[in-house]
């Protein structure tokens, strides 16, 4: 179709333009968006005004990247970002142009994007489609293509390339092969990238439909190797027993086991044995152990998480569920295991936990079900939480003012007596009492101090 319907917001909005003669086009991704069926996120807008023009054209403009063309039209409750037709040259960082001049036509202005699925333009308000490079093809053959030569396009901008992939994922795409084979090309560009835009990018790829689609491609590429060398060291490292995939497979499908919606689950299940390869001993049978690789995967996720500037509340729980996931249950229990178990991970983290444990299990041979003992697992501990014991030092019903009151002094020793009510406490949920926990506050400092013994004595 030459044409399509516009937004009646986006035709409020072009009419500005028009009116001060000025021509005004929707692109980037919303386009590509329209002609998928999905509904489109953001508007963008490219315009042959200056950014200076804009400014005065509407009340509210914020001067989010003028150096570059670029500002945010706060339109009727959106934001818009608009940027006047620019044509770009140099890219000696890696990522952004040494310099940027404008261009007369919206034409000029696609040929600086990257793919030719990003590099359609609808003219606004009348809905023509300008589409250069057959952007409209490519869609509909699910293929990603680069604006003209591959490899100029990435070595422009090293980004492009995990982008390509990350696309290639959320979508379902198969990339060009002269896309494709220009990736490994750029690798020494993309090693400019800043860590934070990698990061974005890894970020979108794993809430994709199937993650592991565009980590293979990153392996293939070797875009794995330059940003994620400790996982792909994980090829060719063979398992034992049920396994039938080698570490780096088995990952990959964990990975894509584990829920959509949360990107911590996705970071854990793509690392829950990375440590496996430096774990890794094999006895006089040829047959591989992997003892406490749980704790080493957990290092390793933190190194790399923090090597990508991941935030620290993200950081800390993909290393506390990779830590816990070799959590082991047996239906002999007692309540107190099970109220240990809770204490150790964070009733707050089990979720999670058997989230990763069943994309864990499923991982193992492809095939779906519930891990032995699981659901029973889950039963137990819904009914120790339901019955509202103490889990943690703020649920005891003393605390360090009643201790000190009551003739122990602050320091190490209040500390160490709170720990023995919380033991106590976990053993035998019915001791919670003040008094009852005051009596063995007492004991217990006396026979740590040696007072007891000095009365006896006496």
Known sequence: MNRIPVP???????????????????????????????????????TDAPPESVMRLFRRVIPT??????????????MIECTTFRTETGYSDGRRPDSVAYAATIEEDLSRRDFTMNAIAVSLPDGEVVDPFNGRGDIKAGLIKTVGNAEERFGEDGLRPLRAVRFSAQLDFRLDDRTKDAIRPALGVTALVAKERVRDELSKLLRSPVPSTGLRIMEETGLLDLLLPELAACRGVEQKGLHRFDVLDHLYLACDACPQNSLELRLAGLFHDIGKPETRVTDEHGIHSFHHHEVASAKIAEKVLNRLRYPQKTVRTVAHLVAQHMFHYEPNWSDAAVRRF????????????????????????????????????????????????????????????????????????????LKELFEAVLDDPELNDRNRLMEIARAFYNRITGLGTAVARE
Do not use: Q
Not at 9 to 36: C, P
């Open 8 to 46: 009646g917001i986006l035709k409020d909005l072009s009419r500005t333009f028009t009116e001060a003669g000025y021509r005004v086009y929707l692109v980037g991704g919303a386009v590509r968006d329209i002609y998928l069926c999905r509904a489109a996120g953001d508007w963008d807008v490219a």
């Open 65 to 78: 990247g003028i150096a570059h063309g670029t500002v945010t039209i706060h339109h009727k409750g959106a």
């Open 342 to 417: 809770i204490v150790r991970v964070g009733k707050e983290s089990i979720p999670a936990l058997f989230d990763l444990r069943r994309a864990d299990g499923w991982a193992i041979s492809g095939v779906r079900g519930e891990p032995l003992h699981l659901s029973e697992f889950g039963e137990r501990i819904d009914g120790v939480l339901a019955r509202d014991h103490a889990f943690s030092l703020k649920d005891l019903a003393v605390n360090g003012n009643d201790l000190i009151r009551s003739g122990i002094p602050a320091g190490p020793e209040t500390g160490m007596v």
